[in-house]
């Protein structure tokens, strides 16, 4: 166990590194979510999921929304990366090193933890002087729900780059069918209390969902709300599967 948890740790730094050494990157992916904190947030003014805010700025409602995007965008691209190392055959001299397999998985699907919090930190600071209300404690215990949802995501994604190493364009195929109705039916950008009964009805089997919720609790400030205990379950679910599929992925496969 010790030699798994140190093997783990070294791929984590192997991968984080890459962040240090390339901070544009990490800037580059702040952009998108920053548009939209501009455009589309002051069109959800004096309204969050269909409720009168009482003069709270709208991003109060919108923010956690654009943090759990920058989430789930970030984290299931990131077997991209996986598939150009397979390609370089630079994974198969890495898989020569007496590393623990299930280390390479684990190791990198928690690196996803470490631009998380960096990019969480800068939206809110980004927010605060529109009208934001930061509630640190909350805001940190919201960032560690994001991440792990996020490790369950990216060691999905590696999954799917080591299933699809042969093929690059089914990786991209089915990330993106797959994206855009989970950010849809979770009520990320638009609240689903107006939406036909289906689009209600698909939105609570969809994991994002209740992510989104507990989000919108905690950076509001509250721990109380049951929200936050339901976005957990949803968190740990995904990074209990997540890891499964993806450990058992990386030692089966044949390279």
Not at 88 to 94: L, N, S, Y
Not at 196 to 205: K, N, T, V, Y
């Amino acid at each position: 166990m010790s030699t798994l948890v140190a093997d783990t740790r070294a791929v984590w730094w192997r991968e984080t590194l890459t962040i240090v050494r390339d901070p544009f990157s990490l800037v580059f992916s702040l952009l998108q979510p920053l548009v939209f904190l501009a455009l589309f947030g002051p069109l959800l003014s004096g309204f969050a999921g269909g409720q009168d805010l009482g003069g709270v700025s709208p991003l109060q409602w919108f923010l956690p929304g654009v943090v759990v995007m920058i989430t789930l965008f970030g984290t299931s691209m990131t077997g991209s990366n996986l598939q150009f190392e397979i390609m370089t055959g630079a994974f198969e001299r890495i898989l020569a090193t007496p590393l623990h397999r299930s280390s390479l998985m684990v190791g990198r699907a928690l690196k996803e933890l470490t631009p998380l919090v960096v990019q969480g930190l800068i939206i809110c600071a980004v927010a605060m002087p529109f009208g934001f209300r930061l509630h640190p404690l909350h805001v940190a215990v919201g960032l560690l729900l994001l991440g792990l949802f996020g490790v369950g995501v990216g060691a999905l994604s590696y999954a799917l780059a080591i299933a699809a190493r042969r093929s690059e364009w089914i990786f991209w195929a089915v990330q993106q069918t797959l994206l855009f109705p989970l950010l849809i039916l979770s009520g990320m950008m638009l609240p689903l209390e107006t939406a036909p009964g289906w689009m209600q009805l698909a939105s609570r089997f969809n994991p994002l969902t209740y992510l989104v919720e507990a989000e919108r609790a905690l950076f509001a400030g509250t721990f109380a709300d049951p929200s936050v205990l339901w976005g957990l379950v949803a968190a740990a679910v995904t990074a209990v599967v997540g890891l499964t599929v993806g450990v058992r992925t990386i030692t089966r496969s044949i390279f």
